[in-house]
């Protein structure tokens, strides 16, 4: 196990350097009109929803031909974990990587705060602040002197509970006792305590084998995951809770954000804005279709429960967060704004 996993940390810093290479000769060429090539580095799994909905970003970078930008594509995270692809847009080997906000939230804690429970009160809640906030804008630009800033958020659903058990989640009491695989983030751990869960931190790789062999009793994620990663042919039960709405983020380096000219970062932006908003159209028939496979594996389908039980569990997690310091709460506060 240990050469295997030495092997692939070869392997990825192999194609880190032959992408910083490739990336510098590129962009070093714009001003004699050369296309500058940006490379974008996802987990999601090739020919799956979710990085149809990516690659659109090449289309979309490619319709004004007179900006010279092309967007090339690695997803299946080929480069590496998550964590490995931001430390690669810090250093400037990779130039952009989509990431999970709670990742992301291991390198700047302010972005913790897309783990706090029920901090979004609706899912065009979820859209307005993550798209208008001018303090979710200031976080985005804030990690520059890190070495990359981001310029973009990708609109994952909501996150829900499910159980190898056939039963609701309707209250803290349900999971009393349940091992239930959590996102190694803090707030996610004592999001899952709170709500009367055992957390069991691990990478969403993982979850599958995890509940195969009964290393946990249930997990929490979107329509999608539970379908696409196959964890509906383990479990029973998917209880709509909305707990969570957890953006991934369009991370860039610095390096180079900075050799771009104004009309390609106008470009670049745009194109993740409109696939985006090309996701957000057809959200809701791909979550539908995503049940009604579910459905069709055996697994009951839970709507409209009662949440009180479950937001009153978890104030203590917003007021930890906006506990942490003037910053902090500022940006929880700014979020809530748009809840109207």
Known sequence: MKRWKKTLGIAVSVAGVLIVGATFFSVAGTDGGDVVEIRLAHNQAAGSEIAGSIAKISEFAAEDPSQNLKVSIYASGVLGTEKEEIEMVQAGVLDMAKVSSNTLGQFKDEYSIF????????????????????????????????GYIAIGYYANGSRNFYLKEDIPCTDPSVLKGKKIRSMPSSTSMDMIELMGGSPVPMAGGETYSALQQGIVDGAENTELVLTVDGHEDLVKAYTYTEHQYSPDIYIISTKTWNRLTDGQKNQLVTAIQKANDNFKSLYNGMMAEAIEEAKEHGVSIYYDIDKTAFIQAVQPVHEAYCAKGESYRALYEDIQKYAQ
């Open 115 to 146: 783990a706090v429970p029920y901090l979004f009160q609706s899912q065009e809640h979820y859209y307005e602040a993550c798209e208008n906030s001018e303090k979710v804008k200031e976080l985005f630009n804030s990690t520059a002197k890190d």
